[in-house]
DNA sequence: TCGATGATTGAG
DNA sequence: TCAATCATCGAA
C-alpha cells in the first residue's frame, strides 16, 4: 500500500472528497488492554467537503481563527476538533490554489483491521455501529486532539490515508450534507452507493 | 467576559 | 424527541 501524492490534495475540496471514497484510512496506536501497538484501519465510504468564501457552513469561511489553522495551511494533514462537546470529527485538509482554506470531513468507514479493538473502543457495538458517523470513527480509532495537523501523505505516521485499495467496483453518489444549518442546498456529501458485508 | 451555537450520538 | 457537554467565536 502506498499513500498519495500532495498533489491529491490540492484540487477543489469537492473532487477531493469525491476520490477520498474507496481509500483507507489507517491508524496505529496502542492497545490499552495488552500494551502492545496495533493497526486499525477502514475503507473510506462516506465524505463532506468543506470550503472557504464560497461555503457558509464552512469553519473557513470568516477566516482565520486558532482552530481552523490547519485548513488553511499544508494540504493532507489531519484537521481535528470537538464538536458538541462530546465528540471528535477528523478531516483532511484540502485546497485548490486559488481556494484558501478547506477540508474533507471523514464521515463513514468500512471497517477492515482491529475490528476487536474498535468493538472494546466503541464498548461493544454490532460491527454495523463501529465506525458510521464521524464521531464514532474517532472514537473506534483512537483519534484526538493529539493527532490534529498529522500528515496523512506519511505513511509511517500513526494516523495515515493509503491508496491502492482492492476493491471491488463501486459508485458515488452526491447528496446534501448532514448537521449543518447553513448552505444546505450543497450537494458535497458523498457516499459509496454499493453496500460492502457490514458484519 | 458572556452567550449562542454546533460538520454528533445514544437513549427513551 | 431530546439531553449530554464544552470548546469556539463574535459581540458586548
Known amino acids: 500500500m502506498n499513500c498519495p501524492d500532495k498533489s491529491f490534495y ?3 475540496t469537492e473532487i477531493v472528497a469525491k476520490e477520498l ?8 496506536t496502542s492497545n490499552t488492554y495488552s500494551k502492545t501497538r496495533v493497526r486499525l484501519s477502514g ?3 462516506e465524505t463532506e467537503a468543506y470550503g472557504f468564501r464560497n461555503d457558509s457552513a464552512s469553519h473557513a ?3 482565520l481563527t486558532p482552530r481552523n489553522g490547519i485548513m488553511f495551511g499544508e494540504v493532507g494533514r489531519a484537521y ?21 482554506a478547506g477540508a474533507v470531513l471523514i464521515r463513514g468507514l468500512y471497517p477492515i483491521e482491529g475490528r476487536m479493538i474498535m ?6 457495538k454490532q460491527v454495523i455501529d463501529l465506525t458510521s458517523g ?18 496523512l501523505t506519511n505513511p509511517k505516521n500513526d494516523l495515515h490515508i493509503e491508496f491502492g485499495v482492492e476493491l471491488p467496483s463501486f459508485d458515488v453518489i452526491a447528496t446534501t450534507r448532514i448537521g449543518i444549518s447553513r448552505a444546505i442546498d450543497k ?6 452507493k454499493n453496500r460492502l458485508e457490514h458484519n
Open 21 to 28: 471514497i474507496g481509500k483507507k484510512l489507517v491508524r496505529n
Open 119 to 124: 468493538r472494546r473502543l466503541r464498548k461493544s
Open 80 to 100: 481535528v476538533y470537538l464538536v458538541y462537546g462530546n465528540h471528535y470529527c477528523i478531516n483532511v485538509s484540502a485546497r485548490s490554489d486559488k481556494i484558501g
Open 43 to 45: 475503507i473510506i465510504i
Open 61 to 63: 469561511f470568516n477566516g
Open 134 to 151: 464521524p464521531g464514532k470513527i474517532t472514537q473506534a480509532m483512537n483519534i484526538n486532539r493529539a493527532q490534529n495537523g498529522m500528515d
Open 187 to 192: 450537494l458535497w456529501r458523498f457516499d459509496c
Open 10 to 12: 490540492f484540487r477543489s
